[in-house]
């Protein structure tokens, strides 16, 4: 992965913890995970995975760091639920 791609990753983490700030900082990491397991793909995910972790935001870092050990908290927002009705894995990008 190049360099930019995966700054790029940290900033998309960083963007959506920054959404769920206001929610709480327990409550924004789970949305935080849900969201980046409900929505991005796997490659994405590899990237964050494996990847320098160092540029993330405490909130987004948490998030990274509950799917590495205990996965998918779960439904979080209404967008998730959305995602997942129908059986379909939709996305949120409209």
Do not use: C, Y
Not at 31 to 44: C, L, N
Not at 49 to 69: K, T
């Amino acid at each position: 992965m190049s360099k930019s791609t995966h700054e790029t990753l940290i900033r998309f983490a960083n963007q959506i913890a920054k959404n769920f700030v206001a929610i709480g900082h327990d409550k924004a990491v789970l949305a935080t995970a849900d969201h980046i397991d409900s929505f991005w793909d796997p490659r994405m995910k590899a990237g964050i995975f494996n990847g320098d972790r160092s540029g993330l935001d405490p909130i987004a870092a948490e998030a990274i760091e509950h799917l590495m050990e205990k996965g998918n908290p779960g439904s979080q927002t209404r967008a998730t639920d959305f995602s997942k009705k129908g059986e379909l894995h939709n996305s949120d990008a409209g």
